[in-house]
């Protein structure tokens, strides 16, 4: 399985599954969530809703992960997950890992060959760069590639670039 950094938008990008950092109710928000939303349209939203009123009633549990259409995206599904908040008197990044292998997981069950990460948990809720870098890489370094054949960070700003850039080559 290869892995790419890029510094792109994540929306435009043209894979099998484009991952969501998304809010435990599946019901759109901000940054990488409300962008997602906002450009898939609401075709996703529809499908959110109907998980909603399902299986997860409840929302989404951090480190799960569940696909839906992506609606206008130039990606055929959107896999969505919940990552954790970072704590500085908990550890979670058990939960960080989960939600790059549980959404791998889906994405090889959706028979998906191209995978697109945003850096998960790394905006509002405050995951340190690097930290999240090392996780997210060694995950889906760790994970069984299955159908998977290229994943793609897609990354915003230089210091994210520099953070999963510098992770990335440690592991070659």
Not at 147 to 170: C, K, P, Q, W, Y
């Amino acid at each position: 399985m290869r892995i790419r950094i890029v510094d792109a938008d994540i929306t435009t990008l043209e894979v099998d599954v484009v991952v969501n950092a998304a809010t435990s109710s599946l019901l759109g928000g901000g940054g990488v969530d409300g962008a997602i939303h906002r450009k898939g349209g609401p075709e996703i939203l529809a499908d959110c809703r109907k998980l909603r009123a399902g299986h997860y009633g409840r929302g989404l549990k951090t480190g799960q992960a569940v696909a839906t259409t992506a609606g206008k995206l130039p990606a055929r599904w959107v896999v969505h997950t919940v990552g954790p908040v970072w704590s500085t008197t908990e550890d979670r990044s058990g939960l960080l890992a989960d939600c790059h292998r549980n959404a791998l997981k889906v994405a090889r069950e959706l028979g998906a060959r191209t995978v697109a990460f945003p850096a998960i948990s790394t905006g509002i809720y405050r995951w340190p760069l690097e930290s999240a870098a090392e996780i997210a890489l060694t995950a889906v370094a760790e994970a069984e590639p299955g159908t998977i054949e290229e994943v793609v960070f897609a990354l915003r700003g230089e210091d994210a670039m520099r953070a999963f850039r510098a992770r990335h080559n440690s592991l070659a």
